[in-house]
């Protein structure tokens, strides 16, 4: 059974910082890109960063500089430690494994990030 488990949201000032994690069973992690995706109220899913390999690394343009995309593939974890947050970054944020082998996809249940004053 697939299981990707989100933890570390909450709610944060403007400013301040939160560590996301993502740790994931059943899957050959290593084989897996992962990807953190976020989805503001009323808004769209969107890909906030994706690590296919080191140096392939994408963030989406609003939180470049900002936000930081790890793995550790011994620990079949993925982080996303979030700096500086902003207001508009309150969403919930899911994980999201990808292979592209099998073209088999998983998400995460999801974790709120609120940033407010």
């Known amino acids: 059974q697939v299981q990707l488990v989100e933890s570390g949201g909450g709610l944060v000032q403007p400013g301040g910082s939160l560590r996301l994690s993502c740790a994931t069973s059943?899957?050959?992690?290593?084989?897996?890109?992962m990807a953190w995706y976020r989805q503001g109220s009323g808004k769209e899913r969107e890909m906030v960063a994706v690590?296919?390999?080191?140096?392939?690394?994408n963030y989406a343009e609003s939180v470049k500089g900002r936000f930081t995309i790890s793995r550790d593939d011994a620990k079949k974890t993925v982080d996303l430690q979030m700096n500086n947050l902003k207001v508009e970054d309150t969403a919930v944020y899911y994980c999201?494994?990808?292979?592209?082998?099998?073209?088999?996809?998983?998400w995460g249940q999801g974790t709120q990030v609120t940033v407010s004053s």
């Open positions: 059943g899957i050959s992690f290593s084989l897996y890109r």
């Open positions: 999201n494994a990808y292979s592209r082998h099998t073209s088999r996809e998983y």
């Open positions: 690590y296919i390999n080191r140096p392939n690394i």
